[in-house]
């Protein structure tokens, strides 16, 4: 299963075309997706109307919900922040800690496009789709 961030989502829904948003309609058939909690909420809360709200939600709906936030993952997407600023890097939105911190504990590789992530894949352990295994 993997995870996919609210801007793959976005410019998947959108029509825009990137390298992550190809990949992900290249293997919407062959592989399982997660919708995030939050990715869920970041999605919707950007629709502008009524009509694009329920679409949207009815997409994602066909996907297995997945919730960032449980018990450990503030703490240790905490952790993972204070780790990150000590090597001199600074995560800009707290909801991608929540989001990468999540995944790095349950071993789910995250589609995403956000360069914010990319320090979790060099120092913390976070997969990242495009390049995790097919199973």
């Given at each position: 299963m993997i995870l996919v961030d609210t801007g793959v989502w976005i410019d998947y829904f959108g029509g825009n075309r990137t390298p992550q948003s190809d990949w992900l309609d290249s293997h919407l058939s062959s592989r399982r997706f997660l919708v995030g909690d939050l990715v869920l909420l970041e999605v919707l809360q950007g629709c502008r109307?009524?009509?694009?709200?329920?679409?949207?939600?009815?997409?994602?709906?066909?996907?297995?919900?997945?919730?960032?936030?449980?018990?450990?993952?503030?703490?240790?997407?905490?952790?993972?922040?204070?780790?990150?600023?000590?090597l001199g890097i600074t995560i800009r939105k707290t909801i991608d800690t929540l989001i990468a911190?999540?995944?790095?504990?349950?071993?789910?590789?995250?589609?995403?496009?956000?360069?914010?992530?990319?320090?979790?894949?060099?120092?913390?352990?976070?997969?990242?789709?495009?390049?995790?295994?097919?199973?």
């Open positions: 109307t009524d009509r694009q709200f329920a679409t949207l939600h009815a997409a994602l709906e066909n996907f297995r919900q997945f919730a960032i936030i449980d018990r450990d993952v503030p703490l240790a997407a905490a952790r993972n922040y204070r780790t990150l600023r000590a911190t999540r995944c790095i504990l349950a071993d789910v590789p995250l589609l995403y496009g956000d360069r914010d992530f990319d320090p979790f894949v060099r120092h913390l352990g976070l997969r990242p789709a495009m390049q995790a295994p097919t199973h």
